[in-house]
């Protein structure tokens, strides 16, 4: 999810605040149908906007996102060359889903080309799925959706464009867990050690993912933290994916990944994905070796 900086809340804009002024004011009930009505609303915005058009001018304009393969070389990355191949102009029906649920995968960050390619062949299989960050709608918290966020609405995309598969989330604001569904959340602060240890000692957590996916904090140092607290829960030939990744760390994680990451994980492949040339839409996509 594209954060909400500290900035940004200091100095609210006036649609911010007037949401935030119905969520104060407004009884619960109210608010949530408020809320439903304003998602109904963008829904069929999207559609109209972007989504109908897309599938026209698609077909005759493309545009590939900026790939860069670390762990293996750039010519031999499978991996990379899958990610170059795309037209990210091109809306998926994981595009759809996501937008439908509330999630900003689709519109405005763009990632949902690329998940659609990474898991096309895996819609029908019994997989693992877990997503770090619910997407709070607390205007307090860190990296929050705003009061007019959905908390959950990834998972119920993930929950739906995967019908056999368990989603597991989890997230620092423990007033917006849930179970629903197939899908359970925990809590974990994803700059504490001890915290994703205790996340993956959870039962329901046993094992592996075939699936994982940081969408928590958005800084370099929540991503490495719970990177590496989580990474060997990855299942051979599985992909973990950190998304939202700012400009400003592009820099540091090319030589994480170049001097730790490649030689730690020669097992896995890396691939840096810039989908902007501002702000924090990119990806890294990591991709188990499945021998």
Known sequence: ???????????????????????????????????????????????????????????????????????????????????????MLAPTKTCRVMTKNGSDKGRPNNYTPVYSELFKDRRDQPLRIFELGLGSDNPDTPSNMGVFGVPGASHRGWQELFPRALVFGADIDRGILFQEGRIKTFYCDQLDKQSIAELWSQPDLAGSMDIIIEDGLHTFEGNISFLEGSLDRLRPGGIYVIEDIGWKSIDKWYARLETVYAKQYPTHEFAFVVLADRGYNNLLVIRRSSN
């Open 1 to 87: 999810m594209e954060a909400i900086e500290a900035e940004e809340l200091k100095q609210p804009t006036v649609k911010r605040r007037f949401a935030v002024y119905l969520r104060r004011t407004l009884p619960p009930g109210a608010f949530k149908v408020v809320r439903a009505v304003v998602l109904r609303l963008r829904f069929w915005w999207w559609c109209l906007s972007f989504y109908f058009p897309r599938l026209v001018t698609s077909r005759f304009d493309k545009r590939q996102p900026q790939v860069r393969s670390f762990g293996v070389p750039q010519a031999s990355s499978h991996l990379a060359k899958e990610l170059e191949s795309l037209n």
